[in-house]
Every structure is written in C-alpha cells, then in structure tokens.
C-alpha cells in the first residue's frame, strides 16, 4: 500500500497542488492537513473561521502553519465568486440566493475548485455523500461524454492492484452508463499505474445466459468499444472467466483478456458494492476510496467514519487526479 501512495506523491509532490477540505475544524481534517503540509505533499486549504481552526488545531498540538484558512464570511473574492456562480448555474439562482449558497463549506469550497484557487476537494467526514456530491455536479459538472459522475474502488494487496466500478453511486446503470463507466474506470486504472484490462462483469459469460440484465451488459461493451477502439475490454463474463485464465481458456478461449482482467465493471451498485467487501473482508484486499471519477475536477467523498489516515490518502489521490 505505502508503494502505491509512495508513487503517487512523486508524481504530484512537484506540483504543488492545492487540495480543499470544507471540514477544517474537524480533527481528523486538521490531523491529515498537518501531516501533508509537513511532508510538503501538498498544501491544504482548510475552510472556517481562521481563529477557531487555529485554535482547534492548537488544542490537538497540531502544526498547520502550511495550510491556508479560508472562511466563506470574510473572503476578499466573494463578489466574483458569486458573480461566477450566478452565471454558471444559468439562470437557476438569484444573486442574493447564490451568496447564501456560498456560506455553505461545501459550495464555497467547489467554486474555489472551479475558479481555479485550489486543484482539487475532499469532503464527507462530517457531511453526507449528497452535501458532497451535489454542489460538484452544478457547478464542476461531469466532463463531456459523461452523463453521470460514478465510484470507483482500488484494491490493494502486496503487489496486487485492480479496479472496481461503480461501487458507490449509480443504482441501477444501464448500458450507455456503464459505458461510461469502464471508460471512466480505465483512465483511473492508468493513474493508478495500472494497464487497464477491463472486464465487464455478469452472472452470464459470452451468452451462456440471456436476459435484458446479460444484454445490457453486452451492450455497454460494444459502446465502449465503439468510443475507444484501442482499449482491451470484453464481456459479459463471469468473475471466473474474467480473472482465471484456464476458466477463461475453456468458457471465452478467443477473448483479448485471456483470464488476465484487472478492471472489474460491475452490472449494478449492490453487486459492486457486495464484490468489493467481500474482497476486503475475506481477501484482506485493502479498499482505497471510493474515488469519483467523470468529474472535470477532482471532487471526492469521505466516509463519516473515516479516520484521519483515510483523508490523507484521498487528498493524495484527489491531487493526482488533478494532474494533466
């Protein structure tokens, strides 16, 4: 796990990304935020009132003398900001609604991102994944030829790292989604220094089962394909066919994957989100995100109960999304 994190920080160290944490008087926030600056990963930007961040943080004994403390109510930038929100949501708010808006941590810390003030957000350790997820989707929104933002999981163990999508957000995807998706998901897996190898998943491998469920997957395959010819994706397949090459050999022997597959799309949210807990819990795999992936910006969700290490790594990871 450290050699993932390791290379990552490489890549973004030079940077000198800025990363927002709307929950700056959170502790867990302050302990990650002093552990970045420190390390001079990257810079914080924590989001609050300036005296009482500073304050919470001195209580905890932690330095955040490298981070900056923006507060919504004493921003020197609020008329643009609300100039810049009022036009980017079109006519759907008011001035005097877009300046209550941007009280919110939340909405300020994206316009921040959308403004080009900082690189990337985390949010979630006090806030629900809608309080997240939302202000994103108005106002960074989803980059072109992506309807809907998805979550994607990286699951490590020793050497090992594959790809599991969508884990966290689309109930029920349909074709076009998971389209969008596997695409999504292979520009995460390169990231991540993995050589996508995408496999789309169902209870079905290359016909052995029919049903709208088997051809919404098959579906999604020939759209992938069809956007990008020069990605190695195939489906639908079951886990085994996917991953095991002589179960592959015998039920998908002229598949480009070969049983070597390393990005795992999921049919649904409950099977991706049931196949990467069991891989946790039963595989010791370790389950880093999830990662929002379709956004023009880097936006991701903390769970409410993570802990400050879980931050830290998914700051790392928003910076490296940043990247162009």
């Known amino acids: 796990m450290s050699d993932l994190f390791d290379i990552l920080k490489e890549k973004i160290q030079p940077e000198n990304k800025k990363v927002v944490f709307p929950e700056g008087l959170d502790e867990r926030i302050l302990r990650a935020s002093g552990k970045?600056?420190?390390?001079?990963?990257?810079?914080?930007?924590?989001?609050?009132?300036?005296?009482?961040?500073?304050?919470?943080?001195?209580?905890?004994?932690?330095?955040?003398?490298?981070?900056?403390i923006l507060d919504p109510k004493r921003y020197s930038q609020i008329d643009e900001m609300v100039a810049s929100f009022v036009d980017r949501r079109k006519g759907k708010v008011t001035e005097t609604e877009a300046r209550d808006l941007l009280q919110d941590e939340n909405y300020f810390g994206t316009m921040l991102v959308y403004m080009g003030e900082a690189d990337g957000l985390v949010s979630g350790a006090a806030h629900s994944t809608a309080d997240t997820v939302r202000p994103a989707l108005q106002i960074i929104k989803t980059k072109p030829g992506i309807k809907k933002t998805s979550g994607v999981f990286i699951m490590v163990r020793d050497e090992e790292k594959y790809v599991f999508a969508d884990c966290a957000i689309n109930m029920n995807p349909d074709a076009q989604d998971l389209a969008e998706i596997a695409l999504a998901s292979a520009e995460t897996a390169e990231l991540f220094d993995v050589d996508p190898r995408i496999a789309m998943l169902s209870f079905s491998t290359k016909g052995s089962a029919q049903s709208p469920e088997t051809e919404k997957v098959t579906d999604a395959v020939k759209l992938a394909q069809e956007q990008n010819r020069d990605l190695v994706i195939d489906g639908e397949f079951q886990f085994d066919a996917a991953f095991v090459p002589s179960v592959a050999e015998k039920k998908a022997p002229d598949s480009p994957l070969k049983g070597a597959a390393n990005t795992f799309i999921f049919p649904s949210l409950e099977a991706g989100n049931i196949g990467?807990?069991?891989a946790q819990r039963l595989g010791n795999f370790d389950a880093v995100g999830p990662v929002l992936q379709g956004l023009n910006q880097p936006v991701n969700d903390l769970s409410r109960g993570c802990h400050s290490d879980d931050v830290y790594k998914l700051a790392i990871i928003t910076a490296a999304q940043s990247l162009d």
């Open 36 to 68: 970045l600056g420190a390390e001079g990963t990257l810079k914080p930007v924590l989001i609050g009132n300036k005296k009482e961040v500073q304050q919470k943080a001195n209580e905890l004994e932690i330095d955040i003398a490298t981070s900056d």
């Open 276 to 278: 990467y807990k069991i």
